[in-house]
């Protein structure tokens, strides 16, 4: 096969080989492809600076961007999709375009703007692993970045601030981690027994929302209701990262666990939607305006519930 | 607008039925109207005609100052202003009209994440064809964006608005990108929807959804609208049963309806 490949990417914590959500995607996916990986961590270097993570070096190319670094990796014949029909294909395009949209800005959002966990865990955790004196800029200036981003493409201007838009980005990301939960149903895989290039981008979307010891998010509370995710981030860690070696995947579950399951699954998602009403609840009522008579806030959630529910 | 608000015109919305005035503002159509909001305000227009509720098309200059979003379409129904095809699907189902009601939970998932791929490919595409190519910024967009006003406030505006959509590139890595890289994209986005679409007449079946019209919309404004160049035409044609899909369309509700 190809020259030896070299992976640049944000270290290890929390459980997780990589915190960072583009690094996870690609080592998750060089774990399915059979590919072999010389992982570098760019923690305690300059590079935190300065390289654009995640980073592919093959030979003399370089490759970044998660879905160019994979795009790379199949021309060079490490293919996890290789079984996939042409319209599997195009659903993978469409729900990692989904994850794109719905539920990266709340993930930037959680760890990077929402004031608690930027100052108890994340900034702490990526001033530790950069060098004096980048701890003093790496972290804010990757905030910063976040936080553009987010005003950016969901940001209504001209009213550019955080708080109109926080409500609305976090109902986006329930939905979509909803979806994906209908998705997955009982399966371990979204596309048969092995996992493919969208296993690897939800994992490496979710996996850091479950694993990290968040302080205050109401999304990991809302994944955490979520078995079917969970389990999936869990079933990939103990599978292909708990040794250094990949393994087989385990075998599907038995039938009459998966009817419980499904039972299990719809329980789960009422519970879901009560939990989903009460926050719309709890959300209309904090940021609804001063002069709105407080006896109307109830009944707007409950028909908002019937019209704009997923389901 | 905030969720409060959100559900409070839902509210409200679920009072009344549908009036027979209801409006739809955009901009000018001749001189003004660009790419990206054209094909934003197809997609509306046929997910109205597609759920048989009757609206008045209406170009205003200044349609995207009015909107309450910043953009393009929105429609004034009865007292409420609603845009962008998201909002606007809520609020006719908060009156009673819905495509997507006959669609599963895994079906609804697919729908939406097929929604986010035209939104994050095709649109993404379109706005950076139209503001981020030199050749078509100065030949074409930039005439276009600040036609109904005088010198020197049309440059100022499309400057401004050049730079707001540079910045948002930027903020999601298209920055870097070639013409040619976006045009595979669209490629590869077209592709995929075609794969999706298969030999059916719809994307779900029988019935068209709200998927069928944002599609809809945005094929039929590349396939129609003339560029500096044929070529982001010219890789939506090569898939024939796309080009079906958008003469259906356009034949069974825009031909045989007067707007």
């Not at chain 1, 905030?143 to 926080?166: F, M």
């Not at chain 1, 997955?184 to 979204?190: E, R, V």
Request: charged share 20%.
């Amino acid at each position: 096969m190809a020259a030896a490949m070299e992976l640049r990417c944000w270290g290890a914590d929390w459980g997780l080989p990589s915190v960072h959500t583009d690094s996870l995607v690609v080592l998750a996916y060089s774990r399915f492809s059979g590919a072999k990986l010389t992982v570098s961590h760019i923690d305690w270097t300059w590079k935190t600076l300065t390289a654009n993570s995640p980073e592919l070096l093959c030979g003399d190319s370089v490759v970044q961007e998660p879905a160019q670094i994979l795009s790379f990796m199949r021309k060079q014949r490490f293919n996890a999709d290789y079984e996939l029909t042409a319209r599997q294909g195009a659903d993978t395009m469409a729900y990692i375009a989904l994850l794109e949209e719905k539920l990266r800005p709340a993930l930037l959002h959680t760890f990077w703007v929402d004031a608690e966990n930027y100052t108890s865990l994340t900034r702490p955790w990526f001033a530790s692993r950069s060098p004096f004196p980048l701890n003093f800029i790496v972290p804010s200036r990757l905030a910063s970045i976040a936080l553009s981003r987010i005003l950016l493409t969901k940001g209504e201007a001209p009213l550019h601030r955080i708080s109109e838009i926080e409500g609305k980005i976090y109902s986006d990301a329930k939905e979509c981690l909803n979806l994906l939960s209908y998705r997955l149903g009982t399966a371990n895989h979204f596309f048969g027994n092995s996992p493919t290039s969208l296993d690897a981008f939800v994992f490496g979307f979710v996996a850091p929302l479950h694993k990290a010891s968040l302080p205050s998010s109401h999304l990991q509370s809302h994944l955490k209701q979520l078995e079917n995710l969970t389990h999936f981030c869990d079933n990939i860690l103990e599978v292909y990262f708990s040794s250094d070696h990949p393994c087989p995947p385990p075998p599907p579950p038995p039938a009459v666990q998966e009817s419980m399951d499904a039972n299990l699954q719809k329980l789960t998602q009422l519970v879901n939607k009560e939990s989903n009403l009460i926050e719309k609840m709890d959300d209309n009522l904090r940021s609804s305006p001063q002069h709105k008579p407080h006896r109307l806030d109830p009944k707007p959630s409950l028909s908002s519930a019937n019209s704009s529910s997923p389901a | 607008m905030s969720l409060a608000a959100e559900a409070f015109v839902s509210q409200m919305a679920a009072a009344e039925p549908w009036p027979e005035n209801a409006t739809l503002y955009q901009p000018l159509k001749e001189d003004q109207i660009l790419l990206s909001d054209s094909a934003s305000s197809f997609a509306v227009q046929a997910y109205l005609r597609m759920c048989g509720l009757p609206v008045q098309v209406v170009c205003r200059a200044n349609a995207e100052y009015m909107s309450p979003s910043g953009k393009i379409p929105f429609i004034h129904v009865g007292n409420q202003v609603v845009s962008e095809l998201g909002p606007i699907v809520q609020f006719s189902k908060a009156k009673g009209h819905s495509l997507s009601d006959g669609l599963d939970d895994v079906q609804r998932a697919e729908m939406k994440a097929y929604m986010e791929l035209v939104n994050n490919m095709l649109l993404t595409a379109e706005l950076f064809v139209q503001w981020c190519d030199e050749t078509t910024v100065s030949q074409i967009t930039r005439c276009r964006y600040g036609k109904p006003y005088s010198w020197p406030l049309n440059l100022i505006l499309a400057y401004q608005k050049q730079w707001e959509v540079r910045r948002k590139m930027n903020a999601i890595g298209w920055g870097g990108k070639t013409v040619e890289q976006v045009y595979e994209d669209v490629s590869q986005c077209c592709q995929a929807l075609s794969q999706r679409l298969g030999t059916q007449p719809f994307f779900f079946g029988k019935h068209p959804t709200e998927l069928d019209a944002l599609v809809f919309g945005h094929l039929f404004t590349i396939l129609t609208t003339q560029l500096t160049n044929t070529e982001l035409m010219d890789r939506v044609k090569s898939y024939s049963n796309l080009l079906s899909f958008c003469r259906r369309i356009e034949q069974t509700y825009f031909d045989s309806k007067d707007s």
